[in-house]
C-alpha cells in the first residue's frame, strides 16, 4: 500500500515539476550584443530571457538557450546593445502635450529659430499659413535669448509688428518667463499698472515704465492659465479628444527617446484632467508618474494620497512639486551673488528671487512629510538650494522628514561645494540637468554665473564622490526628452563652443547610465522592479545601435534609439 502511495506521490510531482518547467519556458530571449544590466555583481551578461512582461533569466547563453520553448520568440542584437528602459527622473509631459499646437520657435540644436527675425518670421507663417481670424491668439514656445543671435528676450514691440490684432504670447525655453503683444495684454486685462504677484514679476522700460511684454515666474504662469480659460474648448467629437492625442503623441516621443517610465513633474488643472482621462480610458502604455503642484492643489492635497505609490492603470502619484525659484538661463533663479551680467531693467545687485519664504515652504512640507509623502523640489540658484536644505535640514531635526522619503532637489544647477555635505547629511536626492553643460555651458560661462561658478554647474562628480545617489533629467519640454545628451554632458563636459567646463565634474559613463536606470528607479522608490536587468524585474528594455562604454564618449550623442519596449511589448521602433 506504501509503495503504491508513493509511487503515485512521485508521478505527481513529477507532473508538477514538468507543468512548472513549461511555465517557465521563456517568450522572448535576445543575445547576440551587449546587454548592460546596471548590476553591479553581473554588469553584463550574454543573454536576457523575459517571460510574461518580466525578466526570467539573465546570464550566459548556454543556459538562457535551455529555456526556449515552441513558441519561444530568438531576437539575435546584432552586436546592438541591450539596456534597461530609460527613467524620466523629471520632466513634464502634459506641459509638452499642451505645446503641441505652438509654434515652435526652439534653436538649435533641436529648432530653426535662431535669431528675433526668424522668429517674427515663423509667427507671420504660421498665422498666413493657418488663415487664422483677426483675433485668433497665437501662442509660440521654446525661445531661448541665451543661444539667439540678440542674446535678449522679444519686446512687446517686436511681436507687435508681428500683429496688432492676434494677440500673440511667446514662452521661453525654460518655461519660467514669457512675452506677450500688447494685443495679449488687452485679451488678459493686464493693465500698465499691474503690481507684481509674489513669486513673480513684469518687465518694464526703463525709461518710460511701460510693459515691455515680459511677465516672469508667477506673473507668466497666472497669464498662461488664464489664456487657458479664456480659449475655446476644443469641439466633442467622436473618438478621442485632440488633447488626447496630443497626449498620445508626446508618449510616444518619450519611448523614441528610450524612455518607459514618464514623469509629469508640476501637475495642475488641465494637466491633471488629462492624466486621468488617458488612464480611465487604458491609454497609458508608459508607467507614468506625477507630481501635484502643492500650491496649486492645496485645498484638496488630501484627495491625492489613496493614489499615493499605487499604480492605477499606470498612472501613480509620486508626491507633491514645489517651485522655489526660477531659470539660471532665464535668469530668473534665487542666487547669493549677483548674476554676472544682469537681465535688461535690473541693476548689478540683481539676485534673482524665491518665490516661496521659509515659513511657507516648512508649514508645506511639513504637512506632506508628516504624512510620509515625498516631494520635488525646483531648486536652480543657490539661494534656493540653501533654503531647501535649510528647512528640510529642520524637519529633519524634528524627527518630520526622513530620508526614506528620498526627496529630490530637481536641478540644483548653481550649486557650491559646501552643499554635497549637507545634501549627505539630510538625506535628499540631487537630480541633475546635466545638459545645460552642453545647451548653456557658454552662456552661464560668460553671462550667467562667469567662470568659477558655471564650472561647478551639475556637480555629478562631487556627489558620486560623497556617496550620494544622483540621478539626471532632461526637463522636456525645456529641451526634447532627451537623456542621452544629459549623459553626453555629464561624461564630457563640453559646451557648445567646445569648452571644458568644470572638467573636475566629469564622471564615467557608466555612472550617467545609471543615473537614468537605476538610480532613477531608487529615487522613484521602484529599484526593487524597474532600473536594472536582473530576474523578476519588469522587461522594460531598450535597443541602442551603438554601446555607449565602448565607443568614444564624445560620441555619446550620436547614439540612436533602435526599440523600446515596455514589459515585454514593442512600444517603438526606428
Not at 434 to 459: C, K, M, Q, T
Amino acid at each position: 500500500m506504501w509503495k503504491h502511495y508513493n509511487s503515485k506521490l512521485i508521478l505527481f510531482l513529477l507532473i508538477l515539476t514538468s507543468c512548472k518547467n513549461v511555465k517557465e519556458k521563456a517568450d522572448i530571449i535576445y543575445y547576440g550584443g551587449p546587454i548592460l544590466t546596471m548590476e553591479d555583481r553581473t554588469p553584463q551578461v550574454e543573454a536576457l530571457a523575459v517571460k510574461d512582461g518580466k525578466i526570467l533569466f539573465a546570464g550566459d547563453k548556454k543556459q538562457a538557450m535551455s529555456l526556449v520553448g515552441a513558441k519561444t520568440i530568438q531576437i539575435n542584437l546584432e552586436n546592438k546593445t541591450l539596456l534597461p528602459g530609460f527613467i524620466d527622473a523629471h520632466g513634464h509631459i502634459t506641459s509638452r502635450s499642451g505645446m503641441t499646437q505652438a509654434v515652435d520657435l526652439s534653436p538649435s540644436p533641436y529648432g530653426t529659430v535662431n535669431n528675433i527675425a526668424e522668429l517674427q518670421a515663423t509667427l507671420k507663417d504660421y498665422i498666413g499659413k493657418h488663415q487664422l481670424d483677426a483675433t485668433t491668439p497665437v501662442m509660440g514656445n521654446g525661445y531661448d535669448d541665451a543661444i539667439i543671435t540678440e542674446h535678449r528676450h522679444p519686446t512687446r514691440e517686436e511681436l507687435d509688428a508681428v500683429s496688432t490684432t492676434h494677440p500673440i504670447i511667446v514662452i521661453h525655453t525654460s518655461g519660467h518667463a514669457s512675452v506677450a503683444n500688447s494685443a495679449m495684454f488687452n485679451l488678459l486685462q493686464i493693465p500698465e499698472d499691474v503690481k507684481d504677484p509674489e513669486g513673480g514679476h513684469y518687465g518694464r522700460d526703463p525709461k518710460t515704465n511701460r510693459l515691455n511684454g515680459k511677465l516672469e515666474e508667477n506673473a507668466s504662469f497666472t497669464a498662461l492659465m488664464k489664456l487657458t480659460e479664456l480659449l475655446p474648448k476644443p469641439a466633442k467629437t467622436e473618438g478621442l479628444s485632440q488633447s488626447l492625442k496630443d497626449f498620445l503623441a508626446a508618449q510616444d516621443e518619450w519611448f523614441s527617446y528610450g524612455q518607459t517610465t514618464i514623469c509629469d513633474g508640476r501637475t495642475m488643472g488641465v494637466g491633471l484632467s488629462l492624466l486621468r482621462e488617458a488612464a480611465e480610458k487604458n491609454l497609458l502604455k508608459a508607467d507614468v508618474i506625477y507630481f501635484p503642484d502643492f500650491e496649486a492643489n492645496k485645498k484638496d492635497w488630501e484627495s491625492f494620497l489613496p493614489n499615493y505609490m499605487k499604480y492605477k492603470n499606470r498612472l501613480k502619484v509620486g508626491g507633491f512639486k514645489f517651485s522655489d525659484d526660477g531659470s539660471p538661463q532665464g535668469k530668473t533663479a534665487w542666487l547669493t551673488k549677483p548674476y554676472l551680467v544682469p537681465p535688461e531693467g535690473q541693476n548689478k545687485d540683481y539676485k534673482g528671487f524665491p518665490i516661496f519664504t521659509d515659513e511657507v515652504l516648512y508649514a508645506d512640507l511639513k504637512t506632506i512629510f508628516s504624512k510620509n509623502i515625498t516631494a520635488q523640489l525646483h531648486v536652480n540658484g543657490d539661494a534656493a538650494i540653501d533654503q531647501a536644505l535649510r528647512v528640510i535640514g529642520k524637519l529633519k531635526a524634528e524627527g518630520i522628514y526622513k530620508p526614506a522619503l528620498r526627496a529630490t532637489l530637481i536641478h540644483v544647477q548653481n550649486s557650491r561645494p559646501d552643499h554635497i555635505a549637507k545634501i549627505k547629511e539630510i538625506g535628499v536626492i540631487p537630480s541633475y540637468f546635466s545638459a545645460h553643460v552642453y545647451l548653456w555651458g557658454d552662456w552661464h560661462y560668460n553671462s550667467v554665473f562667469g567662470p568659477e561658478r558655471a564650472a561647478f554647474i551639475s556637480p555629478a562628480k562631487a556627489a558620486k564622490d560623497a556617496g550620494i545617489t544622483f540621478t539626471i533629467h532632461h526637463d522636456a519640454p525645456v529641451t526634447p526628452p532627451d537623456l542621452l545628451t544629459g549623459v553626453y554632458a555629464a561624461v564630457n563636459r563640453i559646451t557648445r563652443s567646445g569648452m571644458v567646463l568644470g572638467p573636475d565634474q566629469r564622471i564615467p559613463v557608466i555612472d550617467a547610465l545609471k543615473a537614468i536606470t537605476i538610480h532613477a528607479a531608487y529615487q522613484y522608490q521602484e529599484e526593487n522592479i524597474k532600473g536594472s536587468l536582473k530576474e523578476g524585474k519588469l522587461a522594460d528594455l531598450v535597443i541602442l545601435d551603438k554601446d555607449p562604454l565602448t565607443i568614444d564618449p564624445k560620441e555619446l550623442r550620436s547614439i540612436q534609439v533602435l526599440e523600446t519596449i515596455k514589459e515585454g511589448k514593442t512600444v517603438f521602433k526606428r
